[in-house]
DNA sequence: GTCTATACAAAGATAGAC
DNA sequence: GTCTATCTTTGTATAGAC
């Protein structure tokens, strides 16, 4: 997943939608006025109306595509029948390492929209089969059948991308530069799945 | 920590707050108008400004407030010289469950904070000694020491709290009430003790 | 000091010219 | 499809009554 860059031929509206991005993921959604948007972009601020119809609208599909970038590749690992629970634990664990080392910006919009709209996640995960029906479901509960494997999923991804929302506030209360806490991060991602597999031993 | 209300001989000052509190919880930062906190309060909106300085002033108090109340109780948990590792976890645990099944919207709060204003919950804790050199810091290192206390907190702490910041993703996408999710949710504290022992011993 | 009325500027949205 | 002018909402500031 690499830091997208608006080719000079791209279209008003893909500009538009760029520099959103931009924008949003620097500032939030308060902080960024349309205006700037279409600074950004090189345009006249009346566009992003033009194209979006109102900020709100341009905000949830940037969301959106956060989203659904954020969501899209787990579903192939916690449905493959040829892993087991060990190597999707690991498969989670290093593409949410990867991804949100390199798109810091991508875990603010996930937390708020898991809050504010999660019924659009919810509807994203229908749409993929879902987490309740997936393998890694079947493969949870054998090896805990006494919890519900929902209940295990949230302890994983709870110890998975928890860090990443607190990363701000590990790093200023240990006192630690920006390159330590992504260290502290990678590290993280090697000794996770030991770690999950002694909590799922029973 | 009981729900709050406005007392009628309350001051014009805390009917304000009380509004701009409710209101933020329900709509968010940007969703919410002055004048709409005002009429929640039964007030003009220049009141809002004549005691606040501004929306944004207003917010920050109302934050300050909720992180304050979430973070209070818990370093004489984490700094109890008395109890051991087992015992510290079940009383964040405890404490965590019955605030945020009370209180929903603070979690929204929090996270938001924790990621656009780690230095303020930083502070806050370097205040109150910090986690790094709290008692359980010390015991977590005990326990194992071939992983970073704070590693560990981070596990810990994403167990806990990430199902609150997911509540709703879940709920939809298992299908399940409101109320079934608060039971989930107090389940979750039953068992997560002995799940986080099983991942802490050697 | 407290509150009302009002003014003003910034920003989102829209209509109409080109 | 793009831009300018304009309208409306909303955050902010202030003058003046009490």
Redesign the pocket.
Known sequence: MSKKVIPADS???EKIKEAGRKVFIRKGYAG???????DEA?????????????????FDIVTQEQVAAFFGKIYPIVNNEDTNLDEKVKGLINYYTEILIEEPGMVFFISSEMQNRPERIAKNMEDNQGLAKAVIARQLHEARPDIHPMQLMMCILGMIIFPYISRGVFQRSMGISENDIIKMLKERAEFLPALIKAMLSN
């Open positions: 279209t008003t509206e960024t006025t349309t205006r700037e948007i279409a090189g345009l006249t601020h009346a566009l992003v109306n033009y194209y979006f119809r109102s900020k709100d609208k341009l």
